[in-house]
T-cell receptor, first 114, second 111 residues
């Protein structure tokens, strides 16, 4: 069975540009979370979606937005990129929208902002 | 907001030695999870602890959840080179979807 798939795997942008990252959860999983992992740090929660509704938002500016589609895939959008947005962006899926359960992470999208 | 602190940041051990990483939350947790991330990889789930004082074992790995549900530890007995990686604890508060990760402990094993 396919795991969580993310695209693109690597990308380079310049300051002020916009980026869209995509995630397909494990088949049958209805919840998707997004995390930002800066080099040398732990993943930091950005969003969680369940059944197309936002269930949680971390401490990130409004430049960060996301949505979940009817097929449970998800997009993370970041506007007006800053150098500090350079990071590994991880998508994780869960089978339900419960407050518990393991996260199944994808390989991530590594964003470099120049 | 909720903070999760993890120590030590780095640990270098000789193969065969034991290893322990500690995790402490600023608030009471409903559950805590542990993940391992190999260099260049993504976090992989190891275990979830839910009950106060819970202890779980996976072969050479022992996980504990404190009585107050604010701290946790991971102990590895007789480390092997395959144990190399960064170990993260991640806690969730009651009624929260947010999983707060510690900064991780990077384990190096010298053969």
């Amino acid at each position: 069975d396919a795991g969580v798939t993310q695209s693109p795997t690597h990308l380079i942008k310049t300051r002020g540009q916009h980026v869209t990252l995509r995630c397909s959860p494990i088949s049958g999983h209805k919840s998707v979370s997004w995390y930002q992992q800066v080099l040398g740090q732990g993943p930091q929660f950005i969003f969680q979606y369940y059944e197309k509704e936002e269930r949680g938002r971390g401490n990130f500016p409004d430049r960060f937005s996301a949505r979940q589609f009817p097929n449970y895939s998800s997009e993370l959008n970041v506007n007006a990129l800053l150098l500090g947005d350079s990071a590994l962006y991880l998508c994780a899926s869960l089978p339900t929208g419960a407050f518990t359960g393991e996260l199944f992470f994808g390989e991530g999208s590594r964003l470099t902002v120049l | 907001g909720q903070q999760v602190m993890q120590i030590p940041q780095y640990q270098h051990v000789q193969e065969g030695e034991d290893f322990t990483t500690y995790c402490n939350s600023s608030t009471t947790l409903s559950n805590i999870q542990w993940y391992k991330q190999r260099p260049g990889g993504h976090p992989v789930f190891l275990i979830q602890l839910v009950k106060s004082g819970e202890v779980k074992k996976q072969k050479r790995l022992t996980f504990q959840f404190g009585e107050a549900k604010k701290n946790s530890s991971l102990h590895i007995t007789a480390t092997q080179t395959t144990d190399v990686g960064t170990y993260f604890c991640a806690g969730r508060g009651a009624g929260s979807y947010q999983l707060t990760f510690g900064k991780g402990t990077k384990l190096s094993v010298i053969p």
